[in-house]
């Protein structure tokens, strides 16, 4: 068996209710909780009504780096002991942006990825507790936080072990009231979250164990999920898989899809989500005919066929049997959950170069179990459009 190290939030607290807790937990973490949150910040009153906070952020759409800045000065100038991040995967990933640089003096982009200084992250956080009100990108367990710059037209990461929450509060309750929009792409996100650290080249057998639970979660509830959103079975599945991505993740990298859905979300301004839904199909298509060419023992060619066997309940014999019934599985959801191609998500044709060039630097695209020419990155560009 491989070797592996494996490293999750200090705490986890996953069912039905959990999110009661959120007074207590805080309290244990100090006394000058800052929350960030969405938007709307009635939807979930309720469980914040008995936080005494010293202020709070409220996040419209996607952080981006200027976000990032205002929230970080908001919470130092209250004098914030701990962070309390109540949302999506937006509000989840500026929150641990915050949690991580409220205590020290340096910007975001000197930490970034690819674009920035890509300096460590500083170990001297505040304690961080996240509630997620989706199920999808698992941020609650990762180690990671996406940001958007709009100048450079690009989501890149800030990235480290103290990014990782001190708290972790998985109620499924907060997500019934997703719209099924909402559900669908946060669903497909999850999806692939469980997917690509399966077949990853860093994937470790804990990640396999995890990642397969996963998945076998998402055949059971995502599509359920969409068309009764007040399915709490369904919600609980959806939350465990999307709880498993992220600790999939955030221990064996992702994939082409994610290599590219950081470029797209910067270049189209889609949502994460609804970008992961579209390539999902023909990235794992590409993905397995590249590996039965090139590379016939490759690992990911049995996790495949793991997933395939786990997703539609039957076995498959050989890579070409995997890639079928991975694609009607796929297409068959895609059509259920009606989800947009990526020209409807805003990528125009002559966007696609920039794209390819800027992917082939992601981050995740490194995870992707084989190494892809740009003419099937283009032929995923084509293909999913
Ligand atoms: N850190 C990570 O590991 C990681 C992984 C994947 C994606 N991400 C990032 O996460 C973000 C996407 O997160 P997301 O898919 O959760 O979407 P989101 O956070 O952008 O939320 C999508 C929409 O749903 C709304 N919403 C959230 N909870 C709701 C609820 N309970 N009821 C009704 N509406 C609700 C939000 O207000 C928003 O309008 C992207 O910025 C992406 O880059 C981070």
């Excluded at 009635?42 to 202020?55: F, K, N, P, Q, T």
């Excluded at 690819?114 to 199920?135: E, R």
């Excluded at 019934?176 to 860093?202: I, Y």
Aim: aromatic letters at 4%; charged letters at 20%; one cysteine or more.
């Amino acid at each position: 068996m491989t070797d592996f190290t494996f490293a999750t939030a200090a705490s986890i607290r996953f069912g039905a209710g959990a999110a009661a807790e959120l007074p207590h937990q805080s309290r244990r973490l100090g006394e000058r909780p800052f929350l960030i949150t969405g938007r709307n910040t009635h939807r979930h009153a309720e469980i914040l009504r008995d936080v005494s906070d010293v202020g709070s952020f409220a996040l419209a759409g996607e952080p981006t780096f200027d976000d990032a800045r205002a929230a970080v000065r908001a919470a130092r100038d209250a004098r914030a002991d701990h962070i309390i991040g109540l949302g999506g995967g937006a509000v989840l990933d500026l929150a641990k942006v915050v949690a991580a640089l409220t205590a020290v003096d340096t910007d975001p982009m000197d930490h970034a990825e690819v674009i920035g200084g890509g300096q460590p992250l500083p170990h001297d956080t505040l304690p961080f507790i996240a509630l997620p009100t989706t199920s999808g990108t698992g941020s609650e367990v990762t180690a990671n936080a996406v940001l958007a710059s709009p100048e450079h037209r690009v989501k890149v990461s800030l990235r480290g072990p103290s990014m990782l929450a001190t708290v972790a509060i998985v109620d499924p309750a907060l997500t019934v009231s997703c719209p099924p929009l909402v559900t669908a792409q946060s669903g497909m996100d999850a999806l692939t979250q469980c997917l690509e650290p399966l077949t990853s080249r860093f994937a470790t057998p804990m990640v396999d164990a995890l990642a397969t639970a996963g998945l076998r979660a998402a055949g059971r509830g995502l599509a359920r999920a969409v068309a009764e959103g007040d399915d709490m079975e369904a919600r609980t599945d959806m939350a465990f898989c999307s709880l498993m991505g992220g600790l999939s993740l955030a221990n064996a990298k992702l994939g082409a899809v994610h290599g590219l859905a950081g470029v797209l979300g910067g270049t189209t301004g889609a949502a994460h989500g609804a970008i992961c839904a579209a390539l999902l199909r023909t990235v794992t298509g590409v993905n397995i005919r590249a590996m039965a060419e090139r590379e016939p023992d490759n690992p990911a060619l049995g996790k495949y066929a793991i997933a395939a066997e786990v997703l539609t309940g039957q076995k498959a014999a050989d890579p070409g049997h995997t890639a079928y019934a991975l694609d009607a599985w796929l297409g068959a959801l895609e059509a259920e959950l009606r989800l947009p191609g990526l020209a409807a998500l805003g990528l125009a044709d002559d966007d696609h170069d920039a794209v390819l060039d800027a992917a082939q630097r992601a981050s995740s695209m490194k995870g992707n179990p084989i190494t892809l020419t740009r003419d099937e990155l283009a032929e995923i560009l084509r293909a999913s459009a």
